[in-house]
């Protein structure tokens, strides 16, 4: 099954949403806080650099766009690990989370090796 962009422009959306709600919901102290925010910035920066691919002016900049996509999942997906270890009574609420992004970095991974011709 293929997603239109603008199913996976809301899908990103809905996945920074995700992250912001489990980021109000992390128990404050100075550890959390601070993977909270790098949390917080790397996966609305996912839906964010989605959208910006989808006005790429070309295929070049539209790989381009998609590969900052893919950094910006792998990075939500390590502070997502590193709050479970530090959260553990968090567990099941992170790893709903992480499968999404885990899923989304997958169609990301696949669009990018289609369009490079691999």
């Known amino acids: 099954m293929s997603m ?7 899908r990103t959306k809905k996945y920074a949403l995700a992250n912001a709600r489990l980021v109000l919901s ?3 102290n100075i550890v959390n806080k601070n993977y909270a925010d790098q949390l917080n910035r790397s996966a609305s920066s996912t839906g964010a650099n989605y ?14 766009k998609l590969k900052i996509v893919e950094e910006e999942l792998d990075e939500t997906l390590f502070f997502l690990e590193l709050l479970v270890e ?3 009574e968090l567990n099941e609420k992170i790893d709903v989370i992480y499968k999404e992004g885990n899923e989304l970095l997958s169609i990301i991974v696949a669009s990018l090796n289609t369009l490079r011709g691999n």
Request: aromatic share 8%; glycine share 0%.
């Open 4 to 10: 239109t962009k603008e199913e996976l422009k809301l």
């Open 26 to 28: 992390l128990p404050y």
């Open 51 to 64: 959208r910006a691919a989808c006005r790429a002016k070309s295929k070049n900049d539209f790989i381009n």
């Open 86 to 88: 530090l959260n553990p």
